[in-house]
Nanobody, 124 residues
């Protein structure tokens, strides 16, 4: 059973930074894709970023150049560094894992394991 625990959310003003952390057992598998998704009230869950076992990454256009995903395999951690935050980044952020393949899709339905989420609120 894969476990994921997010932390690092909070309330910040626009232009500031936050780093989300996800402690997960998924990084012990030989194949995985780790993703960050977000969901704002009244909206569908949307793709933010992914990283695969070979450290390949992908980002949503809305966060490209501002967010950086990374992993620390030794400590079973996945991070999302979020810079230049905007009010439209406000959402619940979820860490997710897919351990069935070594590459990534960007659709939530491909991920079988999810954390409980951490709230990010950006004020103008």
């Amino acid at each position: 059973q894969v476990q994921l625990v997010e932390s690092g959310g909070g309330s910040v003003q626009a232009g500031r930074s936050l780093r989300l952390s996800c402690h997960t057992s998924a990084l012990t598998y030989s194949r995985y894709c780790m993703g960050w998704f977000r969901q704002a009230p009244g909206k569908e869950r949307e793709f933010v970023s992914v990283i695969d076992v070979n450290r390949g990454t992908a980002y949503a256009e809305s966060v490209k150049g501002r967010f950086t995903i990374s992993q620390d395999i030794a400590n079973n951690m996945v991070y999302l560094q979020m810079n230049s935050l905007k009010p439209e980044d406000t959402a619940m952020y979820y860490c997710a894992a897919d351990i069935s393949r070594a590459f990534c899709y960007d659709t939530p339905s491909e991920f079988g394991y999810w954390g409980q989420g951490t709230q990010v609120t950006v004020s103008s």
